[in-house]
T-cell receptor
Framework: NAGVTQTPKFQVLKTGQSMTLQCAQDMNHEYMSWYRQDPGMGLRLIHY???????DQGEVPNGYNVSRSTTEDFPLRLLSAAPSQTSVYFC????????????FGSGTQLSVL | GENVEQHPSTLSVQEGDSAVIKCTYSDSASNYFPWYKQELGKGPQLIID?????GEKKDQRIAVTLNKTAKHFSLHITETQPEDSAVYFCAASIIGSYDKVIFGPGTSLSVIP
């Protein structure tokens, strides 16, 4: 059982470039989400989804897009990367039954130059 | 909105001693308080959680206490071991409201052998 898988682990972009961070889970979780982790600021919610075809914004959604075409996958797209998006990104998933336990992937460290 | 503060930001203890991390929250509607442990290079992992109808919960060397009146909750680790060294995050949320999980800024715990 792989859990939550994120790719790539590391990425360096130039300002203005676009890219997609991949996230897949094999636990049949309905809820999936993306967080960014910055020093001294904990984890902040970017976007989340409660099922295929349903997405919504979190606390810091600007500059990011998501889609959820299948239960398993929840990619995060950076349309035009900015240095302010340098961060560590985590994907998380959970059952949508009131059980709040989040399962996190191992993260993607992104640097935007 | 909810705000979660966490103290201390760094903590060093001798192996075998106890460690205590404290968090405060602002939204009295919050009713679920998880703690996550993040080891170097990995994603956060849930270690213990508590709901607002319980004042204390214990799991082997780890315990969490909740004071709803004062809006604070704490993580207690007894008989610390080097493998307890990690970053610990507290969070506060409203059960069923996945967009309202607010994390504290984290505590870096070092256990000195």
């Amino acid at each position: 059982n792989a859990g939550v898988t994120q790719t790539p682990k590391f990425q360096v972009l130039k300002t203005g470039q676009s890219m997609t961070l991949q996230c897949a889970q094999d636990m049949n979780h309905e809820y999936m989400s993306w967080y960014r982790q910055d020093p001294g600021m904990g984890l902040r919610l970017i976007h989340y989804s409660v099922g295929a075809g349903i997405t919504d914004q979190g606390e810091v959604p600007n500059g990011y897009n998501v889609s959820r075409s299948t239960t398993e996958d929840f990619p995060l797209r950076l349309l035009s990367a900015a240095p302010s998006q340098t961060s560590v990104y985590f994907c998380a998933s959970s059952y949508w039954t009131g059980d709040e336990k989040l399962f996190f992937g191992s993260g993607t460290q992104l640097s935007v130059l | 909105g909810e705000n979660v503060e966490q103290h201390p930001s760094t903590l060093s203890v001798q192996e075998g001693d106890s460690a205590v991390i404290k968090c405060t929250y602002s939204d009295s509607a919050s009713n679920y308080f998880p703690w996550y442990k993040q080891e170097l290079g990995k994603g956060p992992q849930l270690i213990i959680d508590i709901r607002s109808n319980v004042g204390e919960k214990k799991d082997q060397r780890i315990a969490v206490t909740l004071n709803k009146t004062a809006k604070h909750f704490s993580l207690h680790i007894t008989e610390t071991q080097p493998e307890d060294s990690a970053v610990y995050f507290c969070a506060a949320s409203i059960i069923g409201s996945y967009d309202k999980v607010i994390f504290g800024p984290g505590t870096s715990l070092s256990v000195i052998p």
